[in-house]
T-cell receptor, first 111, second 116 residues
Framework: GQSLEQPSEVTAVEGAIVQINCTYQ??????LSWYQQHDGGAPTFLSY??LDGLEETGRFSSFLSRSDSYGYLLLQELQMKDSASYFCAVRDGRSNYQLIWGAGTKLIIKP | EAGVVQSPRYKIIEKKQPVAFWCNPI?????LYWYRQNLGQGPELLIR????????DSQLPKDRFSAERLKGVDSTLKIQPAELGDSAVYLC??????????????FGSGTRLTVV
């Protein structure tokens, strides 16, 4: 089967660093994606990891460990505008290669 | 470049009534997706098109849902008749064919459907 687990909510302080974890179980693995979605808004693509290691894009970084079926999204120098839900997603070969999404992590940032 | 355009933005209908959603993808994006997102959950794929062909509709409730993508550009998703459980946000997304997940999907702002 397939499943993704991520925390439902994370709270952090403006200017700090926060890590959002994602574990997955899939039949076959074709990479881990991260999306951001503000309340009432469209999901926006953040990053994609196909290989182990850290990918950095500005204040956001994404990490993947295929042996551990685990990844995380790291947000640095948090800003109030980063308050949003963050989704990890994997493509599952047994589901016709559909992109399967986690339930999302709501990031709450306090001043 | 214009993004993925969806309409209407909001829709309230009574149960058993029909409803239709429209999507205009990014120009040149051959792959188009319709997703449904319930509150507090991730999007779930309903149907995927490659040009005008529906290549994955395994999760589309075909007894009441239908979709079309005439000429391989705009797409319409229809529900008839709507049920209370259909209340959700319906998202359209598009991506260039053959890029895999490296560039992600571009989503529209969605249609928030409320069935009363």
């Amino acid at each position: 089967g397939q499943s993704l687990e991520q925390p439902s909510e994370v709270t952090a302080v403006e200017g700090a660093i926060v890590q959002i974890n994602c574990t997955y179980q899939t039949s076959g693995f074709y990479g881990l994606s991260w999306y951001q979605q503000h309340d009432g808004g469209a999901p926006t693509f953040l990053s994609y990891n196909a290989l182990d290691g850290l990918e950095e894009t500005g204040r956001f970084s994404s990490f993947l460990s295929r042996s551990d079926s685990y990844g995380y999204l790291l947000l640095q120098e948090l800003q109030m505008k980063d308050s949003a839900s963050y989704f990890c997603a994997v493509r599952d070969g047994r589901s016709n290669y559909q992109l399967i999404w986690g339930a999302g992590t709501k990031l709450i940032i306090k001043p | 470049e214009a993004g993925v355009v969806q309409s209407p933005r909001y829709k309230i209908i009574e149960k058993k009534q029909p409803v239709a959603f429209w999507c205009n993808p990014i120009s040149g994006h051959n792959t188009l997706y319709w997703y449904r997102q319930n509150l507090g959950q991730g999007p779930e794929l309903l149907i995927r098109y490659e040009n005008e062909e529906a290549v994955d509709d395994s999760q589309l409730p075909k007894d009441r849902f239908s979709a079309e993508r005439l000429k391989g550009v705009d797409s319409t998703l229809k529900i008839q008749p709507a049920e209370l459980g259909d209340s959700a946000v319906y998202l359209c997304a598009s991506s260039p064919t053959g890029t895999g997940d490296s560039y992600g999907y571009t989503f529209g702002s969605g249609t928030r459907l409320t069935v009363v």
